[in-house]
């Protein structure tokens, strides 16, 4: 079945949208290579008009996209829309840092009138009637949103293979997976077809992606950002978070979508700081984590480790004091993760059955049977893994040697983040244990790809801020991140320390050869 890349009333009227859309090259200026920090500037000062740099990504997209994969739906007339209605909010000074800013969506947050997929055929014609309060919060804030990006199927994947329309590739190297499941999110914003994106982090999948992509990704608070509207995998785990070019642009789309939100019974009503307002006054007041346990991993490759320990290095030569610190229970954290996750999600995906709203196999005249062929033909074979794992977890006799003892172990790993923050202020490691792999690597080896999520999947666990940085190249020019970690609602001193290491790398200005 055809997915449609572009709105219905785009393609309808086809000749008067392409000649909207499609600017003539009339400045040597990239616009779609602009930060969101960048282009707010000269959008405010009147220099562009949103409808000028809505145009040059929507001819962006169209000049690469192809070649990538990161969109499922364009809405390009709705984005038009929204440009020109936010150039004339610009006119009465009516702005904000996202005024006039284009930006993706993750396929699972709802958006009302366009299509909402979740990558999935079961969804596949599926539009919301209201707005997720993320898509609610872009909007009042002005932002334009250009279109939903490709994932791993409901968000169950690491690759963004397992998407049921189109395999997402890394705008580094077209052979290499994005990472997942925000793949599209993260290669839509390094391959510049957006200036940022929204992506879900159910066990890493904001931050492993923004790492394979060379982009930055943040994971917030567990309840700091509501989940309002967003297709739930794993409740108790899933939280939305940006992604960006840069770290200031996180921290400028984390204060438009950040806060409690009545609606989302997980929002906690805790205050938010700007997180825009980076502390930029060293580090010589901050203590950073080095957990043995995260080094010592299994699979970590020696190109990973060595960007890691020169990030270290660079960390201590801005004034932090760097300590060693024990994760004891490091170790359970996959297993407890592939537990708890695949449970969630077998309850939360069984009202998929056919019979409310979603794909439904007509041909069935039997009820139990229609439920069968629906499920199975509507649902991909990771999500089906996971359904039959989590249910199986769940079954009567196997509840409390399988998610109960994952519980405890999930108890153990947040107790072990509290004990090291009595300590330090941040802890860093890797994101993930390699650069990108190659596309199919692990599409038959479903464990080495659950093995890949080892340096993410704790924070989910226990509830905890993270975002990941680009900080260097494999030996293949492929990127590598740098992953830090923080207290509860302690998103700023993430930011501080990320802010400060990536101009002390330098390496962000770097780009894909597409």
């Not at 740099?53 to 739906?73: C, N, P, S, Y």
């Not at 998407?163 to 290669?187: E, H, V, Y």
């Not at 990030?311 to 993760?337: E, F, M, N, W």
């Not at 924070?459 to 293949?476: E, K, Q, T």
């Amino acid at each position: 079945m055809w997915c449609p890349r572009y709105s219905d009333a785009a393609l309808t009227n086809w000749p008067s949208f392409y000649q909207a859309v499609i600017p003539q090259e009339t400045d040597a200026m990239k616009l779609h290579e602009l930060t969101i920090e960048q282009a707010s500037g000269l959008l405010k000062n009147k220099e562009i008009g949103s409808v000028e740099l809505t145009r040059a990504v929507l001819d962006r997209i169209e000049a690469v996209d192809g070649k990538v994969g990161a969109f499922l739906t364009i809405d390009a007339d709705g984005a038009m829309a929204q440009a020109e209605a936010a150039d004339h909010r610009l006119a009465r000074g009516d702005t904000v840092p996202l005024t006039g800013i284009p930006l993706g969506i993750k396929d699972l947050i709802c958006t009302q009138g366009l299509r909402t997929t979740c990558a999935s055929k079961m969804l596949e014609n599926f539009i919301p009637p209201y707005d997720a309060t993320v898509i609610s919060r872009l909007k009042k804030a002005g932002a334009v949103i250009v279109g939903k990006l490709n994932m791993d199927e409901f968000a169950m994947g690491s690759t963004t293979e397992h998407s049921g329309f189109q395999t997402t590739r890394n705008p580094w190297n077209l052979d290499r997976i994005p990472g997942g499941s925000s793949g599209g999110s993260a290669a839509a914003v390094a391959a510049d077809m957006c200036l940022g994106a929204l992506g879900s982090d159910t066990g890493g999948s904001i931050r492993q992606p923004a790492s394979h992509c060379g982009v930055v990704g943040v994971k917030p608070t567990y309840g700091r950002v509501s989940r309002f509207g967003l297709v739930a995998f794993a409740s108790s785990l899933d939280q939305i978070g940006p992604l960006g070019k840069t770290v200031a642009d996180c921290a400028i789309m984390l204060d438009a979508i950040a806060g409690h939100d009545p609606k989302d019974s997980t929002s906690v009503p805790e205050p938010v700081p700007t997180f825009a307002a980076i502390a930029d006054d060293g580090l010589a007041d901050v203590v950073v984590g080095i957990p043995k346990a995260y080094s010592a991993a299994q699979g970590l490759d020696p190109q990973v480790g060595a960007a890691i320990d020169r990030a270290v290095k660079t960390i201590q030569s801005l004034g932090a004091r760097c300590i060693d610190v024990p994760l004891p229970h490091t170790d359970h954290a996959v297993a407890a993760y592939y537990v708890i996750a695949p449970s969630e999600a077998s309850s939360n995906l069984a009202r998929y059955d056919g019979v409310k709203y979603g794909f439904r196999d007509k041909s069935q005249a039997d009820l139990l049977q229609m439920y069968r062929s629906t499920r199975s033909q509507g649902f991909g074979p990771e999500v089906q893994r996971r359904i039959i794992l989590g249910t199986y977890a769940l079954s009567a006799g196997y509840y409390d040697a399988y998610y109960g003892k994952a519980s405890q172990i999930r108890t153990l790993i947040k107790n072990d983040f509290q004990t090291a923050f009595a300590s330090c202020d941040a802890i860093v490691s890797p994101v993930a244990p390699t650069p990108a792999y190659p596309i199919g690597k692990t599409l038959d080896d479903p464990l080495t790809m659950y093995l890949s999520d080892i340096y993410t999947l704790s924070a989910n666990l226990a509830g905890i801020p993270g975002i990941s940085v680009p900080c260097g190249f494999s030996d293949d020019g492929l990127p590598i991140g740098l992953q830090i970690m923080g207290r509860h609602f302690n998103e700023p001193m993430l930011f501080k320390i990320a802010r400060q290491f990536e101009k002390a790398a330098n390496i962000k200005d770097k780009r894909p050869p597409l």
